[in-house]
């Protein structure tokens, strides 16, 4: 008997499987509002200026209202930054051992940059971590409210 996808057990624990999710919906959202720009792009240059930053604001307040306001890619920055100063490293000692460079690598911990998987992979093994580790970290960091979060990974009581 062959079982179905939805039947085997996943490998990913519940964490993983959230984080990964996460993931996957916030790289959906960013192609669904890179469509949306050059839909703009577009038609700006067909009707002018004006209208196109009208439209330009409501894609952006769409944007905002279909996701709960907080991105993956912020939250892995922030863990990320968390784990580095927790560990008294420099951006500078962890692009060294990543071969991310440097610029990117502060833009990854901004959360303006998403992240490939090779670049969070190279990341975590800098911070002494395996990916699966720093993806439950983000996992539980996005489960909790954005103030709690900040302080939790202030204090550094996320990751002990």
């Known amino acids: 008997m062959v079982k179905?996808?939805?039947?085997e057990p996943s490998p990913l624990t519940p964490s993983q499987a959230t984080a990964v999710r996460l993931y996957r919906k916030q790289l959906d959202l960013a192609q669904q509002l890179r469509r949306?720009?050059?839909?703009?792009?577009?038609?700006?240059?067909?009707?002018?200026?004006?209208?196109a930053q009208k439209r330009m604001a409501r894609a952006a307040d769409n944007a905002a209202i279909a996701g709960n306001g907080v991105l993956f890619r912020e939250v892995l920055g922030e863990v990320i930054r968390s784990l580095r100063t927790e560990r008294k490293e420099t951006l500078h000692d962890i692009a060294e051992k990543t071969g991310v460079s440097l610029g990117y690598l502060s833009e990854v911990e901004r959360g303006k940059k998403e992240a490939s998987s090779e670049v969070m992979e190279s990341i975590s093994m800098a911070l002494?971590?395996?990916?699966?580790?720093?993806?439950?970290?983000?996992?539980?960091?996005?489960?909790?409210?954005?103030?709690?979060?900040?302080?939790?990974?202030k204090s550094g009581m996320l990751h002990k």
């Open 4 to 7: 179905s996808p939805e039947e």
């Open 36 to 51: 949306q720009y050059e839909e703009r792009k577009t038609l700006a240059g067909r009707e002018g200026a004006r209208p």
């Open 128 to 153: 002494g971590l395996r990916l699966s580790d720093t993806l439950r970290l983000v996992a539980t960091a996005l489960d909790l409210d954005e103030a709690d979060r900040r302080e939790v990974l």
